[in-house]
């Protein structure tokens, strides 16, 4: 295997095994040296190569690093320096198993913005919108050569993964999204909705009775632990993203909107099939949960770029339906809340190939840097319907809507446990004084009721689509640790799954997955209080402390079966029962713990006017909430919020294909799974599987 090799003179020529690390350079110059190959003098090297493999990172051809589907487009791009500062790489090529790459080759210096640590003088060298159609671990090249003549060339490798003839092609596919939503946040949702009779189930949860169920390792490319951006993407994409990455591999220039790129399932199933895209959230849509199914960023909080690339781009992802919050991305700048600025936006020079072959090749949008940009006008202009309140989407005909946009909150929608105590409140004739008027968004939508709708502008789409539903607030709220408000989350977002259970169940066509992208907070279920609720809020009185913990927490059979009464609405009349479930965090920060539920939510960054009344009163963090019961439960973590974990997470599935989800996979697998499925429910000798008959 020949991956790298160093020219000193025409005659000598030395093999070595591709190393990323620079402590391999001395090795290097010494074997030279070793070799008679006279004065040790160094040559151009190439410092990254993507797509990123072990077999250019360590040398080692196995784990595959990097599967895409046949005709799958990615970019490759290689870091290449020269030897020293006075010269410069004067050209780069690249092969796939020994062939050349038939597109030219953007050469980008450094000069022009390179992280630190890279010198102005390297050159990034990149070939945009590749594919390979042939099933297979493929092998890849880049050759570079500096102006003094010397040339460089490394190795790495990738496999794509055949997709198999035959069987019933699924015309939709429906990813439901619970971020953050590891089992124990599954179970305490079915405690909670469901209840328990001795030991049984009462009322299972909706995606407790799809027929199929496995695990999900959900490492990222960088960490054991994942963020919601490469958690995503990492399904719709088959690759492993670094953190904070949506839909593109890490590269080593500053700019956030250049790097290479990886095709998204919705926009393979657009170019090759016509699918439609819905993305359906309760958290702001410029999050990285739907970002990392339609826009490619280096960066997930480029916010202004990321909600331009949904409506400019969505020739390629088959955009049709976007619902959340957010609405401070849509207005121009000028109007108080907005959040649109140059600073997270981004536009592709036309004379710089390196970017401008993004548009050639991929037919992206070039961007501009538009922070007075109205697009709600031009998502209308677009033929988007636009729903401003739950009012306003009721009043939208779904049957006769081809585009859906609703935005229902300046940035992150509020949580379940809000939206339901302000109908509450409303049906009980209380005006204004909720967490909901507070936030400035008293009619907002349930997940269940968006969905509803997704579903019947989608269902017009005669290709089919792909739909992400995401229960956002799960994670969003065990970050705070607030278990009351991630728990009915959790209920809100269950709901939502029944809809599209049942839409699967009727169309017999639809596959449905229900996941996460990592588990958040190291959730555990630790048991029931032991004492009434009243007795709980002596106990604060009396002083708290570790006496409220020791008198509280039951364990084992202490903790019984906690008994939620669940109202009209779906949601439990109250939180505050007698005997309440309780949850312990493995991932904590320092916080305090009444065992209560919060009457307020902490306080959201990401709201425009959260330094203003009356959010501003809103407690800042878990160390100025509970304090009252003066137990003090010191955090394992560091920072004001839990952490997400390693742990591995459910996966359960519904609908033709969905056996192949059981066991223990890949958060990669699953995109080649549900490719699969798009193309033919094809099944392996000896097992088989009976569609649901459409009614
Ligand atoms: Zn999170």
Redesign the pocket.
């Known amino acids: 295997m020949i991956s790298m090799r160093f020219h000193r003179s025409p005659s000598v020529a030395i093999s070595v095994r591709p190393k990323r690390s620079p402590l391999q350079l001395p090795l290097v110059l010494a074997t030279l040296c070793a070799l008679g190959a006279g004065v040790a003098q160094a040559a151009p090297t190439v410092s990254r190569l993507t797509p990123p493999s072990e077999l250019f990172s360590s040398g080692h051809a196995a784990p595959v690093i990097a599967r895409f589907l046949p005709g799958q487009r990615f970019d490759l791009q290689a870091t290449l320096r020269p030897d020293d500062a006075a010269k410069t790489i004067t050209q780069a090529r690249f092969s796939i198993d020994g062939k050349p790459v038939a597109a030219a080759v953007a050469l980008r210096s450094c000069a022009s913005g390179c992280v630190s640590g890279v010198p102005t003088n390297a050159s990034i060298a990149t070939i945009r919108a590749v594919s390979a159609a042939q099933a297979g671990v493929h092998t890849f090249e880049v050759q570079a050569s500096q102006s003094d003549g010397q040339t460089v060339s490394a190795s790495g490798n990738f496999e794509v993964i055949p997709l198999l003839a035959g069987g019933q092609k699924v015309k939709n596919i429906i990813i439901m999204l619970g971020?953050?939503m590891g089992a124990a946040q599954r179970t305490a949702a079915r405690i909670v909705a469901g209840g328990y009779a001795q030991g049984k189930v009462v009322a299972p949860l909706a995606m407790d009775t799809f027929p199929v169920t496995g695990m999900v390792k959900t490492a990222s490319l960088n960490s054991v632990v994942t963020?919601?951006a490469p958690g995503m993407t990492s399904y719709v994409s088959g690759n492993k993203n670094n953190n904070n990455e949506e839909g593109v591999f890490p590269d080593d220039t500053t700019d956030p909107f250049d790097n290479p790129r990886i095709e998204y399932l919705s926009e393979y199933l657009h170019r090759t099939q016509g699918k439609a895209l819905g993305l359906v959230t309760t958290a702001d849509v410029f999050d990285a949960t739907p970002a990392g199914n339609a826009v490619h960023t280096s960066s997930r909080g480029a916010g202004t770029g990321i909600v331009d690339q949904f409506l400019d781009d969505r020739g390629l992802t088959g955009l049709t339906v976007l619902m959340g919050g957010g609405r401070k991305w849509f207005v121009p700048s000028t109007t108080p809340g907005s959040a649109r600025g140059d600073k997270t936006d981004y536009a592709f020079s036309a004379t710089d190939a390196h970017t401008s072959e993004i548009v050639k090749r991929w037919g992206a949008s070039a961007g501009q840097l538009d922070k007075d940009r109205d697009l709600l006008a031009d998502f209308q202009a677009a033929g988007f319907r636009y729903a401003a309140d739950k009012t306003a989407l009721d009043a939208i005909d779904a049957s006769k809507t081809d585009r859906l946009l609703g935005l229902f909150a300046h940035s992150n929608m509020n949580v379940a446990l809000d939206k339901i105590d302000g109908r509450r409140s409303k049906q009980r004739g209380v005006v204004g004084g909720r967490v909901v008027d507070d936030y400035g968004f008293p009619d907002q939508p349930m997940l269940d009721e968006m969905t509803s709708k997704a579903l019947t502008v989608l269902e017009r789409q005669k290709k089919g689509f792909v739909l992400m539903v995401e229960g956002a607030s799960i994670?969003?709220q065990?970050?705070a640790m607030d278990t009351e408000r991630w728990m009915l989350d959790t209920i809100e977002f269950d709901r939502a799954i029944k809809l599209a259970q049942a839409f699967a169940a009727q169309h017999g066509d639809t596959l449905v997955i229900v996941t996460a992208?990592?588990e958040?907070s190291g959730a555990a279920l630790i048991g029931g209080s032991r004492v009434s609720d009243a007795r709980l809020q002596e106990l604060v009185r009396e002083g708290g402390g570790t006496k409220l913990r020791d008198q509280v927490v039951g364990i084992y059979e202490q903790a019984g079966f906690p008994k939620y009464r669940i109202a009209a609405d779906g949601y439990p009349e109250t939180t505050d029962i007698d005997n309440r479930l309780l949850v312990g965090y493995g991932a904590n920060v320092d916080r305090y713990e009444d065992y209560r539920t919060n009457e307020k939510p902490l306080q959201d960054s990401q709201q425009p006017f959260v330094k203003t009344a009356p959010l501003s009163a809103y407690p800042a963090g878990p160390m100025a909430r509970d304090v009252d019961g003066k137990l003090l439960i010191t955090g394992q973590v560091p920072g004001d919020a839990a952490?997400?974990t390693a742990t591995d997470i459910p996966l359960s599935a519904f609908g033709p294909g969905a056996w192949v989800f059981t066991g223990l996979q890949d958060n990669t697998d699953v995109f080649f799974k549900l490719a699969q499925a798009a193309n033919g429910v094809v099944l392996p000798a000896g097992l088989t599987y009976a569609p649901v008959k459409k009614k």
């Open positions: 971020d953050g963020d919601s994670d969003k065990a970050h992208d990592h958040c952490a997400h």
